[in-house]
Structures are given as C-alpha cells and as structure tokens.
C-alpha cells in the first residue's frame, strides 16, 4: 500500500479515443502532481496542484487536461494523443507549506499508456 | 533553473560489494535532496533524503552525502544483496512561487550479482 493508488494501471487507446487516469491519495496531503516518465529521460513535470489551485503547467500540450476536484483526487483527461505520448505516467503527492521546503514526495505506481 | 546530471547510468556489482551514485546539482539554493528506488512496475519509492543542513544521514545500509560547496550529493549503500537491484534517482529542489519543485536526475540502474 503506497498511500497513492493510479488507475488504470495499463491503458491502451487509439489517437481518436478520450480517456481518463484516475489517482488518489491516502496520505492526507495538499499537493498532487502529474509526472511523464519516458525510457532514458529524467521524470518530465506536467502538472502541479496546490490546494486545489493549479499552479503549473509546464508547456503541456492541451491533449493533456488535468482535473482536481478535491485535494484527494487528481484526473489526467486524455484526447487525440500522439505516438510519442507513450509513456509511464506517474502520480505524486506531498505536504506542502508555502514559504517551506524539505518535504518528500509520494508516489503512486503509475499508468502505462500506449498510443497506437 | 535547476538541473541535476546523475551517474553513472548503469552499475554492476557483486553481492555484498558497495554501490555508489553521485549526482550534482546547479542552484545553490537547493536544499533538499531525496534519494528515489524504482523497481519494475512501480512508481520511485522514497528510500532517504538529506537537508542542507547537514552533511551525511545514514538508515541501515543505505548513507547519503551532501558537500553543499561542490554542489553534490552521492548515495552509499553497503553489503549490496540481489533484492537491491532496481533504478536508483536522485533529486533536487527547488522553490518556485513560494512552493517547493523536484528535478530528478536521469537515474542509475543498479544490478546485483549473486
């Protein structure tokens, strides 16, 4: 049990399709991220949202749409992705206090996605 | 803003050897340097991390380093056993708007020999 739990764990879906990876925390914190981890690159920021308000997007293509409903729950909307978006997208969340630093990040075990 | 170089990119040892991956990071204002372990499957699990203001913290056979004025940090793990094999990524932060931001290295994978 890692206090963050994603799914689906494997999806595969066409260019056309619309999906949705689901992720939720256990842990009680104020901070969830979407990360892209491809093979051979460090782990790529997409997101961040910090109680509820998202306060990053790091020049991701708008295919990718994030949704935080609640400080417990973090969607990734998928649209006519690319090839290229084939990836392993990994979820975090962390205790944040603003002005602080020095906390870790958790994170869940992802979703292997494949565009076809 | 800040970036981290991680090496080596691959590492094999011997059961009961020592590994050791170093990294080094560019923003001096960085204080906060997490040590992740990916084993295949899953997400990076939090194995260790260090605070600025100390030197080294160490948890069983696992150590980290930090010499803040080279601007590195290296972690140590010692009498290395098979279930040690897995991908090993280093992390630096940094603040940004009054919130705190990871960059990771390119990771390390570790294999251990029996």
């Known amino acids: 049990e890692t206090g963050v739990t994603q799914t689906p764990r494997h999806l595969v879906m066409g260019m056309t399709n619309k999906k949705s990876l689901k992720c939720e925390q256990h842990l009680g914190h104020n901070a969830m991220y979407w990360y892209k981890q491809s093979a051979k690159k460090p782990l790529e920021l997409m997101f961040v949202?910090?109680?509820?308000?998202?306060?990053e997007n790091n020049s991701v293509p708008s295919r990718f749409s994030p949704e935080c409903p609640n400080s417990s729950h973090l969607f990734l909307h998928l649209h006519t992705l690319q090839p290229e978006d084939s990836a392993l997208y990994l979820c975090?969340?962390?205790?944040?206090?603003?002005?602080?630093?020095?906390?870790?990040?958790?994170f869940g075990d992802g979703t292997r996605l494949s565009i076809l | 803003g800040e970036n981290v170089e991680q090496h080596p990119s691959t590492l094999s040892v011997q059961e009961g050897d020592s590994a050791v991956i170093k990294c080094t990071y560019s923003d001096s204002a960085s204080n906060y340097f997490p040590w992740y372990k990916q084993e295949l499957g899953k997400g990076p699990q939090l194995i260790i991390d260090i605070r600025s203001n100390v030197g080294e913290k160490k948890d069983q056979r696992i150590a980290v380093t930090l010499n803040k004025t080279a601007k590195h940090f290296s972690l140590h793990i010692t009498e290395t056993q098979p279930e040690d094999s897995a991908v090993y990524f280093c992390a630096a932060s940094y603040m940004e708007r009054g919130f705190q931001k990871l960059v990771f290295g390119t990771g390390t994978r570790l294999l251990v020999s029996p």
């Open positions: 975090a969340s962390s205790l944040q206090v603003q002005g602080a630093s020095n906390q870790p990040q958790h």
């Open positions: 949202y910090n109680f509820k308000e998202q306060t």
